[in-house]
């Protein structure tokens, strides 16, 4: 099994930063993509930021410039780093692993709890 657990949201002001962070522990054997997602009540995750193994980054077009993530390999850990936070930023953020795990030869995903950002105007 594989455990994600995110920490680091919060409430803060519009313009104002939040750094989210996600460890991935467990029967691991690779991590070959992690990644956050965001999700308000009644629509389907949202992909923002992804990090391949490779340390390829891809953003979507409503964070390019705003958001970084970045990725610790020996930690399986990865963060988000979320700067002049806009009101619809607000969400839960999701974090995403791909994962092959030393029972299997097949990766799959996994994913965290959630943790809670609102970004007030």
Known sequence: QVQ???SGGG?????????????ASGRISSVL???WYRQNPGNEPEPLA????AGLTDYADSVKG???IS???AKNTVYLQMNNLRPDDTGVYLCNAV?????SFYQR?????GTAVTVSS
């Open 99 to 103: 994962v092959r795990t030393l029972d």
């Open 50 to 53: 992804s990090v391949l193994g």
């Open 109 to 113: 995903d996994y994913w965290g709890q």
């Open 33 to 35: 993509k992690m990644g």
């Open 71 to 73: 990725r610790d390999s």
């Open 66 to 68: 705003r958001f970084t």
């Open 4 to 6: 994600l657990v995110e």
């Open 11 to 23: 409430t803060v002001q519009a313009g104002g930063s939040l750094r989210l962070s996600c460890a």
